[in-house]
């Protein structure tokens, strides 16, 4: 390729959600989505992170100067650059979600400049994508759940999550009781998961677990704060379900920490550098013998998913599911509990001028 990269533009999106969300750790009401699109010989290409809208501020002043005037090419060698630059401001965290926006634009721009579908310069290894559905939030009341659960089955989900933990913990009766009704809604064929989003002390989340066996759960995700990687390795060496964590991980060296500690490792693209963290940090859970689960941005996550053999499957997280194809034109269904991966050139998305309604900047 002998173009080279042009203006590099942000936008921010808040989305609000239906009604207050929670989890057992933090409450919200809207969604921020920064957008970075790349361009280079008449191509654009999309990337956007879940984060502030700082992260938009991050990627003009300090990672456009670097990215333009780049060989499309060379994403790798870009990436590299835009790593080192972060060196004083700390290269983890909001820095890197904005990394991983421009990284995903950057993969998203050399795709449609090869006219070829994203997945398949990634090295597809599959068509489509599992999905489990996630949601469950703990503000919702019995029939908010029993409505998420019927789009799930609708969709064809064989794996569920809720939120427990609810209040840091404090109402662990109605943690279980809602566990128990998911159970009922969804039937015996689908496999369950929690996610306490590390509401739970290492004591607590011992106990809950031992319930959460007897419930049949299969996934209990960040029992504990997921800082807490002893606590992790404690918990994985005494409870039968799969203990999980890593939507956090910002690089090679915490995906390398949390790895013995876990039964799966979660990646987010929008967190971990992009496609090309996210591939850093999956062969690290390969070297441990472990699989990766997709966290959250589902439609985001379907090219590089498609194109890593120790997928285990990708979060259609409800927010996401819900504003990504308000965000964007293309983006991916899921049919029969999985991800169909876009043969468009690229990603296949493409900004919404629907979205415009929804921009703040
Ligand atoms: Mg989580």
Redesign the pocket.
Known sequence: MSAVVGEVRTRVYRFPTPAPEA?GTLQWDATTAVTVEVSADGCTGLGWTYSSAAAAAVVREELAGVVREQDPADVRRTWTAMHRAGRNLGTRGLFMQAVSAVDIALWDLKARLLDVPLADLLGRVRDRVPVYGSGGFTTYDEEQLAEQVDGWRAAGCTAMKIKIAESWGTRVDRDLARVRQLRGLAGDDVALMV?A?GGYSPGQARRVGAELDDLGVVWF??PVTSDDVAGLGLLRGVLRCDVAAG?YVADVYEAARLAPAVDCL?LDVTRCGGYTGWLRCAALAAANGLQVSG?CAPSLHAPVAAALPELRHVEWFADHARLEPLLVEGAPTVEDGALVVSSAPGHGMVLSERAEEWRTG
């Open positions: 989890d996610d989003n995700e960040e939507e979660q966290h």
